[in-house]
């Protein structure tokens, strides 16, 4: 909410100005769809960021990385609306505008590639959803590092797409690895250890432990627990 007003502010200070920056309008009004996104207000969103596309090809000279961002919000937002293939094809548009404009290694190219596997995921290509993860992945410990946090929550997405290929040894493997750098980065306790740590229950469970499941799910649960107490 902290987030929505002020890119509100933003956005109501570029159009009441006598002559409104349409770049910096755009900006704003993807900010703001972003923040829309976050809160689930989808319609919203949905509206500002096709505004956005619509203000941005109007401008001169192009903004390449104001494009990227536009398409990347909006790909999210299909993506978590269901609209699969719509959303697909606007991450692709976005990677193809990076890798154009950067090495084809880059973290922003791994970001998209990452986008594109969960996009995958949920139209059910999950051969492609595990190849865009392992791509992402490659990338991402190369350039940042085994411990990078980029990389867990890609590890965390590649565990989910094997899971669901019923690759459970896999997903397990990704899972521990989410767990143990998110472990180290954040500490033991922290909220974000809990998530990876239920996608590792799940994948012990899919295995056939189903006690090591509960003894995991238990501890993610007091992790929650201690970090929003009632």
Known sequence: PAAESLFVRALAL????????????????SGLAEAHRVLRRFRTADSLTAAALRRLSILSPPDT???VQVRTTRGNLLAEQGRADEARRELDRARELVAAGMRPDSIGVSVLLRDLGR????????????????HAAAIQERLLGPDSPQLATTLYQASF???EAGDFIAARRDAERAV???ERTFG???PFVAFALMRLAGAMRDLGDP????????????IQRAADPP
């Open 188 to 190: 033991r306790d922290h």
């Open 161 to 163: 797409a094997a899971a």
């Open 211 to 222: 006690a090591g499941a509960r003894e995991v799910l238990e501890r993610a649960v007091a």
């Open 180 to 182: 143990s750098i998110r």
């Open 14 to 29: 570029e159009q009441a100005a006598r002559r409104p920056d349409a770049r910096a309008e755009t900006e704003a009004a």
């Open 119 to 134: 996009v995958a995921i949920l139209s059910g290509d999950l051969a492609g959803a595990r190849a865009h993860l392992a």
């Open 65 to 67: 990385s104001l494009e």
